[in-house]
């Protein structure tokens, strides 16, 4: 029975941090689209969005950490995996989706 509520915990808490990872490249992405208006010379307007993606990430490692404790109760070797990746693909984040942004709107200029 214990075994059961263990993997459904760590299915749950591996879903909560992929939906908090792609909210934070989400947010990414809007930023970018936020900077590219303010360079066509539109008001610059105090954004939240800076704030909504520290709170996503700190969020990010948060879970990330749940989920190494509950990996480390079924092997001590899995210890701050995922702490380890979310720092890095947390941390990156808004450089890739800044450059995916950039992408698609090439892309759909040059169609």
């Known amino acids: 029975m214990a075994n059961i509520n263990l993997d459904e915990t760590k299915i749950l808490l591996r879903q ?3 939906f ?3 909210g ?3 947010i990414g992405g809007f930023q970018e689209h936020a900077v590219n208006l303010q360079a066509e010379a539109l ?3 105090e ?3 800076p704030d909504v993606a520290k709170v996503l990430f700190f969020g990010l490692l948060f879970v990330s950490f749940l989920i190494d404790i509950v990996e480390m109760r079924e092997d001590k070797d899995k210890a701050y995996q995922f702490l380890f990746l979310s720092l ?3 941390g990156m984040s808004a450089t890739i989706s ?3 942004y950039q992408a698609i709107m ?3 200029a040059n169609v």
């Open 47 to 49: 954004s939240i969005l």
């Open 88 to 90: 890095v693909v947390g």
């Open 106 to 108: 090439w892309f759909a």
């Open 20 to 22: 908090m990872l792609i």
């Open 98 to 100: 800044a450059m995916q």
């Open 24 to 26: 934070l490249y989400g």
């Open 16 to 18: 909560v941090w992929a």
């Open 43 to 45: 008001p610059a307007a």
